[in-house]
């Protein structure tokens, strides 16, 4: 328990301002009102503004009508209970974990549209499996921005692992210089940045897909995780991300990035109930160590704190 306390104490702090705009709408939502049409039609207006989604929103208001009409729910301050209750048990029991390599290195290959926070992200990756006593090697594969590999440089410096870079080179060809380095320097994982794309471009997508057949050719069983980036900020675009990368690359998981910057942290429920990928990582501030795994109980709890 006192494990969990603290990490909902962390995700409060890094969930700040989206609990103030989420839980303060509701709370002046339900303030004196008695549950009618009207205050089940704003409710649903409020939680899909909070993207949690058309699909996730339409079953709240349904649960919590006929929890009023059973009289389970009265008032304003039990009707918040009820949701946080709900939002929970949306999450069934689910492999979050990071699936690693039974033997050699683990690689994990990062994708994600431009500023999305994917450098950041991989760097709070890193940072994360170091903590755990893994050796780590990144490989700067995002060779169209030279600004990128710098960037994942200093991140590399700050946190002390090894990085395998090219600027200019082609960005299969510094995956497969990686992935001999990271055999040769006895390194757990191997973590691969790739340059910023939008889903709709067709080209960058299939160079995806070149990087990941390189990878499965060097390392038997690579890439053992896909991780595709999402910006938190962006709402339900993100959805429409999720669906196009998965297609080019077989994504295996979510990490869901500056839910520290957004009153939009419903976007969480939304992935659940839209897209059949587990959210395994949350970013939640702006330093390396501001990333959390990602478990609904914590996140819905700070949430609602």
Same mark, same amino acid.
């Given at each position: 328990?006192?494990?969990?306390?603290?990490?909902?104490?962390?995700?409060?702090?890094?969930?700040? &301002?989206?609990?103030?705009?989420?839980?303060?709408?509701?709370?002046?939502?339900?303030?004196?009102?008695?549950?009618?049409?009207?205050?089940?039609?704003?409710?649903?207006?409020?939680?899909?503004?909070?993207?949690?989604?058309?699909?996730?929103?339409?079953?709240?208001?349904?649960? +919590?009508?006929?929890?009023?009409?059973?009289?389970?729910?009265?008032?304003?301050?039990?009707?918040?209970?009820?949701?946080?209750?709900?939002?929970?048990?949306?999450? #069934?029991?689910?492999? &979050?974990?990071?699936?690693?390599?039974?033997?050699?290195?683990?690689?994990?290959?990062?994708?994600?549209?431009?500023?999305?926070?994917?450098?950041? @992200?991989?760097?709070?990756?890193?940072? &994360?499996?170091?903590?755990?006593?893994?050796?780590?090697?990144? /490989?700067?594969?995002?060779?169209?921005?030279? /600004? /990128?590999?710098?960037?994942?440089?200093?991140?590399?410096?700050?946190?002390?692992?090894?990085?395998?870079?090219?600027? *200019? @080179?082609? #960005? $299969?060809?510094?995956?497969?210089?990686?992935?001999? $380095?990271?055999? $040769? &320097?006895?390194?757990?994982?191997?973590?691969?940045?790739?340059?910023?794309? +939008?889903?709709?471009?067709?080209?960058?997508?299939?160079?995806?897909?070149?990087?990941?057949?390189?990878?499965?050719?060097?390392?038997?069983?690579?890439?053992?995780?896909?991780?595709?980036?999402?910006?938190?900020?962006?709402?339900?675009? %993100?959805?429409?991300?999720?669906?196009?990368? @998965?297609?080019?690359?077989?994504?295996?998981?979510?990490?869901?990035?500056?839910?520290?910057?957004?009153?939009? *942290?419903?976007?969480?429920?939304?992935?659940?109930?839209?897209?059949?990928?587990?959210?395994?990582?949350?970013?939640?501030?702006?330093?390396?160590?501001?990333?959390? #795994?990602?478990?609904?109980?914590?996140?819905?709890?700070?949430?609602? %704190?």
């Amino acid at each position: 328990m006192a494990f969990l306390k603290k990490t909902v104490e962390k995700l409060a702090a890094g969930l700040s &301002r989206t609990r103030q705009k989420f839980i303060g709408s509701l709370k002046t939502l339900f303030s004196g009102r008695k549950l009618d049409d009207q205050l089940l039609d704003d409710l649903e207006e409020t939680l899909i503004q909070a993207d949690l989604g058309v699909t996730s929103a339409m079953r709240i208001r349904e649960d +919590l009508q006929k929890a009023f009409t059973e009289k389970r729910v009265e008032g304003g301050d039990q009707a918040i209970e009820f949701l946080k209750d709900e939002i929970k048990k949306y999450w #069934p029991e689910s492999d &979050r974990s990071v699936h690693m390599a039974s033997e050699g290195p683990t690689v994990i290959l990062v994708a994600g549209i431009n500023g999305c926070g994917k450098t950041t @992200s991989i760097a709070k990756l890193a940072y &994360r499996f170091k903590s755990e006593g893994k050796k780590v090697c990144l /490989a700067a594969a995002d060779t169209f921005r030279a /600004a /990128a590999v710098q960037q994942l440089t200093i991140w590399a410096d700050r946190i002390g692992v090894d990085i395998i870079s090219g600027s *200019g @080179s082609d #960005p $299969a060809s510094v995956v497969f210089d990686a992935c001999d $380095a990271t055999v $040769a &320097r006895g390194a757990d994982i191997l973590l691969v940045d790739t340059a910023g794309r +939008l889903h709709t471009q067709d080209n960058l997508m299939r160079e995806l897909t070149k990087i990941r057949d390189v990878v499965a050719r060097k390392i038997p069983g690579a890439p053992h995780e896909v991780l595709l980036v999402l910006d938190g900020t962006t709402g339900q675009n %993100a959805i429409n991300q999720a669906k196009a990368f @998965s297609a080019a690359i077989d994504v295996t998981g979510i990490f869901l990035s500056k839910l520290d910057g957004t009153a939009k *942290g419903g976007i969480v429920v939304a992935i659940r109930n839209e897209v059949d990928l587990p959210v395994k990582f949350i970013g939640i501030g702006e330093g390396y160590e501001d990333v959390e #795994p990602f478990d609904p109980e914590p996140f819905v709890e700070a949430l609602f %704190a």
